[in-house]
């Protein structure tokens, strides 16, 4: 069985307008609206859903709301959806309805897989002037107002047993390790060709359960930079960013959710092939970031937070101290 990667995700939220106002920044597509929940696009179709807390009828979380509430992966065809029910049949919280088949996971979250909603679709990217190789001929790189991410790339969760729960998504969906923290963190991926990482889980020095954030993807670099000023001149708040993991070679930036824990923008992640052997890396500041913005930038003066804003149509308008 191949999953497809991530189809949707579901919060469960008290203030569904904040977290309107939020995605809707954030540059997802609004496709459907109730009083109690909330229904968005990423470009490729990838959804976004935010249910209010008391809405009936949807899993609850490994922590109290506003949190993630269950991840939706897909996979390609019947024939993968019937491996998986082969698969989840004797896990606790076995469901297999409206067309998705799931379970609990040891970690307590519900996860389910249905064939893919998602599409291809074709955007015009960044190319990157290197020493060895000029890809971008008599074409100036791209400056964007606002991101609009192409989907859900990967989710990470705080976890009370690192090696069960690992073992869970390698035996039972086929997930691959790319990466360890021994003993603290797993990178797992869908397949073995894929980008680093669909599934970060993070056991911490006191264990607990819970949401680290969601990541989305963005064609490139340029568009992080542009998303991450659009929200920052919106009001919301910058956890840490921009910046850049060594552990797979990402830009991010990160940003406080109120739908809970953290949203991320990221692109430029490695892809990796089944010939790849995991590292066991020592987790530290310097292999979580290369480097990396507190606080991020100002959208406004396009600087770092607090700093002097630029005056003049040149910098060097500025008169002589």
Known sequence: MRVQGIDEVTFGAADLARCRQFFTDWGLTLVAEAPDQLDFECLNGCRVVVVHSDKPGVPAGVEPDPTLRQVVWGVQDESALAEARERL???PGFVDADGRVGCTDPNGLALRL???RKHAIELESAQANTWGQRSRIDKPSPAYERAHPVEVGHVVFFVTDIETTTRFYQDKLGFILSDRYPGRGSFLR??????????FLLQPPQPRKGLNHVAFVVRDLHEVFGG???MSRCGWETEL???RHPVSSAIFW???SPAGGLIEYYTDEDELTAAWQPRDITPGPTMFAEWAIKGGIDGHTRRQHQAEAPTGQFMTDRPKP
């Open 228 to 230: 991450g000023m659009h």
């Open 241 to 243: 960013g921009p910046g």
């Open 114 to 116: 249905q064939l893919t």
């Open 89 to 91: 049949a004797d896990q």
């Open 254 to 256: 990160y940003f406080v």
């Open 190 to 199: 869908c397949a073995p060709e894929g980008g680093h990482h669909d599934l």
